[in-house]
């Protein structure tokens, strides 16, 4: 007789948001138990609640943080947090896997692909402070914390699909070409979209983190750890393929304001050497992502079960 796999729980911090809700997902189509957490909650927590969440868990992943705000609160919400995250994991012995974020490399030459071992020259708060969650953990792997620390910090590029919010670009993006096709409207206004960036799945982030989940252990990923399509696009191939998909053959004009920080940053693109090494490969093409932007109701969330 077959034995049933041995149940798997993971702490998951931030499990609401949307790169949370994807990694909550994921986690459960693999069969692990998903045991909810907030990030703010746990920022000032006592070791003893944090001992109390990791208790019979086999796994923690930090998907909370915050994209912008004032110093001190991206310092708790990217660096205290993590500090916290790291301490939990050291003491119950547990692989913990980090969302960070390639905004960690600042400004890098066109054609670059931006390996883990680059000069990190962030150039907003917010880069600076997911550097420094990153660094946290770099300087627990390296210190080896008694042997107990396997942590990897999965640094991000431009994740796309099911529930990204209007406030990101391409979730502006699909809201205005499905307004303008419903409306009939000739014509839709963007700021540039010169800029080339590095989009990947939400789904195969999501992966990305199972994946680290069970290499950690091995010895495995530790540190940073580069998670993107290893492909730079322009920005502009969101829309136009926004608009293919939803069959608007309008005009995309471009004089509209743009984003500062795309003009600081004008291209990304990431090396995937140490994530191919350690066996990981994607699964989802960008058209993939875009269908699945337009579509969240075909990629519903599973849930999670609460702390």
């Known amino acids: ?34 045991r909810a957490a907030s990030g703010a909650a746990l920022t000032d927590a006592p070791e ?4 109390d969440l990791t208790r019979g868990a086999q796994a923690i992943v930090n ?7 004032t110093l ?10 993590v500090a916290q995250a790291l301490g939990a994991a050291a003491r119950a012995g547990l692989p913990l896997a980090h969302l960070s974020s390639a905004a960690e490399y600042g400004r890098t030459p066109h054609g670059h692909a931006s390996r883990e071992d680059d000069p990190a020259r962030p150039l907003s708060p917010y880069g600076a402070s997911k550097l420094a969650g990153t660094a946290l953990i770099e300087e627990a792997v390296r210190a080896g914390r008694a042997g107990r620390v396997q942590a990897a910090a999965l640094r ?8 990204l919010g209007e406030g990101t670009l391409p979730g502006r993006a699909a809201a205005t070409l ?26 195969d982030v999501a992966r990305a983190v199972t994946h680290a989940l069970t290499v950690l252990p091995q010895g495995a990923l530790g540190g940073a750890v580069n998670v993107g399509s290893g492909e730079a696009r322009p920005v502009r191939d969101i829309v136009t393929g926004l608009a293919t998909q939803l069959d608007y053959d309008g005009e995309v004009l471009e004089d509209a304001p743009g984003s500062p920080r795309s003009g600081d940053v004008p291209w990304q693109q990431a090396s995937l050497e140490r994530l191919h090494a350690s066996g990981f490969q994607l699964r989802h093409t960008f058209a993939d992502a875009l269908h699945a932007l337009l579509n969240p109701d075909a990629h519903p969330d599973q849930g999670v079960v609460p702390a």
């Open 156 to 163: 991000l590029t431009n994740p796309l699909g099911a529930g």
């Open 178 to 203: 499905r307004a303008a096709r419903a409306a009939g409207q000739r014509s839709v206004r963007f700021g540039p979209l010169g800029a080339y960036r590095d989009f990947v799945d939400a789904r």
């Open 63 to 69: 998907a909370a943080g915050l994209t912008a705000g």
């Open 1 to 34: 007789m077959t034995e049933s796999p041995t149940p798997r729980t993971a702490l998951l911090i931030g499990a609401s948001g949307f790169l949370g809700r994807h990694v909550a997902a994921q986690l459960r189509a693999e069969g692990w138990t998903v």
């Open 72 to 81: 001190p609160d991206l310092t708790r919400a990217n660096v205290l947090l």
């Open 48 to 51: 003893a609640t944090w001992d």
